[in-house]
């Protein structure tokens, strides 16, 4: 297992340096969508060249990485206690190696001998499976802050735990709020990242862990109310009179949805700024 160190230290560098390809062809494609020699091109166009150039190099895309979150789907048999270790170990060698974090947040969030609960924050899920599969999001506290929980305390939005047509309605107002509130905060384009529910944590760590799923990729999802809902939101946005100096303002809204209580219900928006990096290491 000492190997699985270097491993998580080798996946803090990919996912530090490399925007994955989706989110880079996303915003490819909303450079080419500006007018030539506009402003928002002229941006665009640095960003595509600032990924590729911390590709090349094997250096941080942005310097705050905020908090890491891993995912991981962990065979029976073994220690969650013990990967969960070594993932701290890893951490701490990725942030001294590649100095993904500001200077002096590190010791603020894993200072003494002793390392603090809580980081880096580690989802586990047993898997039926021969190897671990870990999953690596990195955000950050910009986005972090931009990020919004919304109460939708008017009754009618859902019934039989099914989103009503007008409980769409305020979740888009949600998101569009949270997007709107963006500004200034976060550089954009963004990712919206939507987790809707009845408990506040669910929420929480459902619309984070959206941000895992690929911009294009098809989902079980596919041509379901939360998808058709998906593609809806982003065109609206994208189309709204104050884009943010942009055409494409947003590339990407992903939502789920959790059992939905009739007297509770919350709506939670994670933003990722244009540089949402992520990735995975597979241990066999």
């Known amino acids: 297992m000492l190997k699985l160190i270097d491993g998580i230290v080798e996946l803090y560098k990919k996912v530090a340096s490399s925007v994955p390809p989706d989110v880079e062809r996303a915003i490819a494609g909303a450079c080419e969508a500006e007018p030539a020699e506009s402003p928002g091109r002229g941006a665009l166009a640095l960003l595509v060249e ?15 990485a905020g908090i890491p979150v891993f995912w991981i789907k ?55 499976g021969t190897s671990l599969v870990i999953d690596l999001l990195l955000n950050g506290a910009d986005c972090e802050n931009a990020g919004r929980l919304f109460t939708l305390t008017e009754g009618g939005l859902t019934a039989g735990g099914v989103i009503l047509p007008h409980g769409y309605d305020a979740i888009a107002g949600c998101i569009e709020e949270a997007v709107a509130g963006a500004e200034g ?34 989902t079980s999802q596919e041509n379901s109310p939360v998808h058709e809902f998906e593609g809806k939101v982003l065109t609206n946005i994208n189309g709204s009179a104050n884009n943010h100096g942009l055409r494409t303002a947003l590339i990407g809204v992903k939502m789920a949805v959790a059992p939905i209580h009739p007297a509770s219900l919350f709506v939670d928006v994670t933003i990722s700024c244009w540089a949402l990096r992520r990735g995975r290491l597979i241990w066999s």
């Open 74 to 128: 962990i065979p029976r048999g073994l220690s969650q206690n013990e990967i969960g270790g070594i993932v701290i170990e890893g951490t701490k060698a990725a942030a001294k190696k590649i100095s993904f974090h500001a200077e002096g947040v590190l010791e603020s969030l894993m200072g003494g001998p002793a390392p603090v609960e809580g980081y880096p924050i580690i989802y586990f899920e047993e898997s039926e």
């Open 50 to 64: 600032r990924m590729r150039a911390a590709r090349a190099a094997k250096m941080p895309v942005c310097r705050d």
């Open 185 to 218: 905060k976060v550089c954009f384009p963004l990712i919206a990242a939507v987790g809707v529910g009845s408990s506040r944590e669910q929420v929480a760590a459902l619309s984070k862990r959206q941000l895992m799923r690929k911009l294009n990729g098809s």
